[in-house]
């Protein structure tokens, strides 16, 4: 999976994507398991080897380096929560309509992260780990891009604001999107599982208050009450 079409496959990954899935699979569950055990900086590829019975040409052949593995790894397990997701730009009628179906497609990002401590560990990876973040610029960038896009169809049916330029709302939003999931990654396991949804709801308002138009607060409130069904 390319994840930024500026980004040319390397030589390397197109190696890679030739190789069945079992094959792929034999390279990405142990480096998968590896990264998630002991981050991305502290990440042994002497382990990862090991485990995947590979020696370092053979590492070389398929990937440039462990940054290049790293991401190999990242974009499988996106793909597999897209996939789990089902996620889908919103097609409002309204600017409630807007901001329902993204709460609602961000209350399914955070019931899968919740229910798959797989891909929990993986995200929490990233967050603590600033080369990690830097090993994924490309990957990134797709994120934010596909940011730019729902902020965009927001616009277009009045729900976020005009005031302020593109590119500082979509920075602002993706940085407190970032800090809100770093957040649940380190601290979910200590919120009831009951109060979890709530919480969720309440963040998910934060985020949403700083991109709606000012006038628009009591309605967005009411919008996204538990009332409202959006709470999972």
Not at 35 to 51: P, V
Not at 130 to 146: C, I, S, Y
């Amino acid at each position: 999976m390319q994840t930024s079409a500026s980004s040319p496959i390397s030589k390397q990954r197109q190696r890679f994507l030739a190789l069945s899935p079992e094959q792929q699979a034999g390279w990405l569950d142990p480096a998968e398991k590896e990264f998630s055990q002991h981050g991305f900086t502290t990440a042994s590829m002497n382990r990862i080897l090991l485990e995947a019975g590979a020696s370092k040409g053979q590492s070389y052949y398929y990937f440039q380096d462990k940054a290049d593995l790293y991401r190999a790894v990242i974009e499988r397990a996106f793909a597999q929560f897209l996939e789990l997701a089902d996620l889908k730009y919103p097609k409002p009628s309204s600017p409630e309509d807007f901001w329902h179906q993204s709460a609602a497609n961000m209350a399914t990002v955070s019931a899968i992260m919740n229910q798959d401590a797989r891909l929990a560990d993986l995200a929490r990876g990233i967050h603590q780990d600033l080369a990690a973040q830097q090993a994924l610029a490309d990957f990134m960038q797709m994120l934010t891009q596909r940011l730019t896009l729902l902020i965009i169809i927001g616009r277009e049916v009045g729900a976020v604001r005009q005031d302020l330029p593109l590119d500082l709302l979509v920075s602002t939003a993706f940085s407190t999107m970032r800090e809100v999931d770093n957040w649940f990654a380190h601290h979910m396991e200590s919120v009831a599982p009951a109060e979890r949804g709530a919480l969720n709801l309440r963040a998910t308002q934060l985020i949403f208050m700083m991109l709606a138009p000012a006038d628009m607060s009591a309605r967005l409130t009411q919008t996204l009450s538990p009332k409202s069904g959006d709470q999972t």
